[in-house]
Structure formats: C-alpha cells, structure tokens
DNA sequence: GGATAATACGAGCGATAGCTCGCATCGACT
DNA sequence: AGTCGATGCGAGCTATCGCTCGTATTATCC
C-alpha cells in the first residue's frame, strides 16, 4: 500500500448534492461505530448504510481513518461549543460559582452523546485524530488557566499552569469516568452530588 | 468466521520449552505493540518476531485478541502488585502521610513501561480485557475505599464510595496524563511539584 | 533404542478489507 | 437543446489477515 494516510478532504463539497452525501457519510459512519464498532465498520458498510456508493465515499475523503476523523473532529466541535459557554458566561462569577458552572457543564457536554463518545474516544488513537483532540485538550486548558487568572485573588498562590492542568484533568476524568462506567452515579437525583463533591475537590485544592 | 471469541489460554504450557515458547510470544508481542501499532501486529509478524511459528502461537493462545489480552493481564499483575504493597505499607500512616505515599505510587507504577502503557490503554477496548482492567479498578478502588474506611476520623462526614471513586479516578487521571501527554511535568525536579499539589488535591478534599 | 506424547513448523485456505477506475447520471449555464 | 464539469456508481483488484492442519522435530519414559 503506497503511503496516502491523508486525513483531510480530498475536495471540498461544492454544490448542496455533495454536501448532503458527505452529511450522510459522517451520519452514518457515527450511527454504524456505535451499533457495530470500528472493526466492523467498513467504507463498504459505511456507504451503504448512507445510501451512497464507496466511489463517493472516496471522492471526499482519502481515507476510512479519514472519515472517522471527521467524524470526530464534528463530535469535538460540539463539545467544544458548550465549554466555551460556559467560561465565558462563568467569566465575571466568583471562583465557587464559577467552578460549579464547569463542573456541571463537563458532565452536561460529556452527555451529547455518551455511546459515540465512548466510541470515538476508543478509536481516537488509531486514526490521525490525536493532535486534534489535543488541541481541544490545550483549548480547555488555556480558556481555564485565563478564568483562574482573572480570578487570582481568590486562590492561594498557585503556579497557574499547574493547577489548571490538575483541575481540568480531574474534573475532566471524574465526569468522564461516571459518564461512561458509573451511568448510577448519573441518575438525577444522585448527580446533583457529584457536581457538589467534585467542586469540592476543585475549590479545596484551589484556595 | 465460526465464533470463537474466548480469551483464554488454549492449554497451559507444560514443559520448560513451550513456557519459553509463550513467553517469547508476549514478549515479542510488547515489542511488536510498541514498535508497530495493534494494526500492524499481525499474528504472523508475531510469531515471526518471537522466533517461533504461527502454528505454535495458536498451540496456546486461541486468537490474537487473547494474545494481547495475556500481554495485558500481565502488565496489570505488575501494576496491581505496586498498588498493593504501597497501601499495605500506607494503612498504618495518617491521612496526609499516606495519600502522599499514594500518589508517589500511582507515578511510579505509571512509569514501569510508559510506552507499552499508553499502547495496552489505547488498545483495551478491542480486546477482550475490558473485563479484567475494570476488575483491576474495582480492585483499586476497594483497597483505597478500606483505607478511608480505616482513617474515617480524619475526614469530614463523606460517602465512602463517592469520596473513594473521586480520589482514585483524579489521581488516576492526572498521574496518567502527565506520563502519558506532559513528559515536562515528570522531571527529576518538577516530580516533586506534582506529587504536592495531587497530594493537596486529595487532602484537601477529604476533610 | 524404541515407543509415545509434547511441541514446533509453515504453506496455504477462505474471508474480508481498503480502495480504484471506467462509465453513467445530474445540474448549471448558455 | 446542448455542453461539460460535478457528482455518483459498483464490480472487482490486490493485499493482508486470522487461522488450520498435516507433518517434522524434540523430550520423556521404559
């Protein structure tokens, strides 16, 4: 196999024919990971599920690590999306308010989708979507140490990058732990008490 | 494809030779992991890295997934061992002693083979050993649950289980990102750093 | 040394994967 | 109506994969 690892488009949609084709691609490569997982989830499947030849499938993207990518990168977007709400509505609020917002606002954005989350989280090293996903790590990171900067005065003295790197990872890693393994912890009555206690966690180590 | 997904070792290796048949195939399956990827791992190329035919891997491993499965339950057996002697060694302690001796552990078990690590982490999920690294959590969990349990008059009033799986998930997460993602955080002199503010973390946390 | 069990071998089978390419159809513009 | 680029098609090529099975080699025991 000559070496075409590609990820990005091989050309962009132009009329709203291939734009809805390549909507349908994504729609489809999302729904069939989910209900049959990445090993299953051929270009032949995939374009079939979409109701498309894999002629077309290959006329927008060069690759089926491609697709998937793709995939990825609109699910990022999406979560992407509600972080930055967030902080920005967060901005102006006291530390404790404010770290109470992101907290249930991580469990809110991990809950778009849990199951292709799950999925796409699994495949993510096996398609070249790692640098994206660490840009939107770094994205979260630098939008987190700019609240904590804003709100010096009310933290011990920290050095910045260190805390955000501790808050964001933990914050990050106990939502998505309860998303994906602890669904008992989510019910509603019960998820009120993990924003309660991982807020705790975040403001007890940050002043 | 006849389904035939089991997981365990198709006959026990009796005799000094085939021990050493089975060990050179996990061994060279770490290697092979490492170097190239689970894709490109085929069962051909491991058997041929390990010196060995591919007729003899399948004399005692019934699919390549229970290869990687193998590699993996052993490298648990080593992180697992690490976790065991540090909370036996902790149980005694008091509270700020031996979280601290805790997170030190989670670095230094983190970092027996960080490379193979992130690998086996990434590849989990298309093997069958989801089961068993979810019995090594539950495992973790309970011991560090037994240990709370233990020094309960040095914590505010908590819930056990909710304190237990927001400690070890945080720890977890941020001793696990900083191997795996922050290789700066890790020097012999930034170590120290990290240990503190995860150790604060934790203690800050629990009372 | 001969018999038997354990272990090792590796050519090759069947299946499926990713992907190409020559051709058909569609749609925007004149 | 006619032109021509954009888009869509899908049979089928090549590569590789996981895995089997008949055979060869080695160890063990009498």
């Keep these: 196999m000559p070496p075409r690892p590609l990820t990005s488009p091989r050309k962009i949609a132009a009329q709203a024919r291939s734009r809805a084709t390549v909507d349908a691609l ?28 894999v002629g077309s499938l290959y006329q927008y993207f060069p690759s089926k690590e491609a697709v998937v990518a793709a995939v990825i990168a609109r699910h990022n977007r999406d979560l992407m ?31 778009i989708d849990p199951t292709l ?57 106990v939502t998505h732990t309860a998303v994906l393994h602890r669904p008992d912890i989510l019910s509603d009555e019960a998820v009120g008490r993990l924003v309660d206690e991982t807020t705790r966690l975040v403001l007890g180590y940050l002043r």
Tied chains: 1, 2.
Excluded at 26 to 53: K, P, Q
Excluded at 83 to 106: F, H, M, N, T, Y
């Design 26 to 53: 994504l729609e489809a490569t999302a729904r069939i990971l989910v209900s049959e997982g990445f090993d299953r989830a051929s270009t032949n499947r995939i374009a079939a599920a979409a109701g498309v030849s």
């Design 117 to 173: 989350h799950r999925v796409l989280v699994e495949q993510i090293p096996r398609t070249g979507a790692l640098e994206d996903v660490e840009a939107f790590n770094q994205e979260t990171f630098a939008l987190f140490r700019a609240y904590l900067e804003r709100h010096r005065a009310e933290l011990r003295p920290v050095d910045l990058d260190l805390a955000a790197f501790v808050s964001v990872t933990s914050v990050e890693a």
């Design 81 to 111: 999306q509600v972080v930055r709400d967030v902080l920005e509505e967060a901005a102006s609020q006291p530390l404790d308010e404010g770290v109470r917002k992101l907290v249930a606002a991580a469990i809110e954005a991990h809950r």
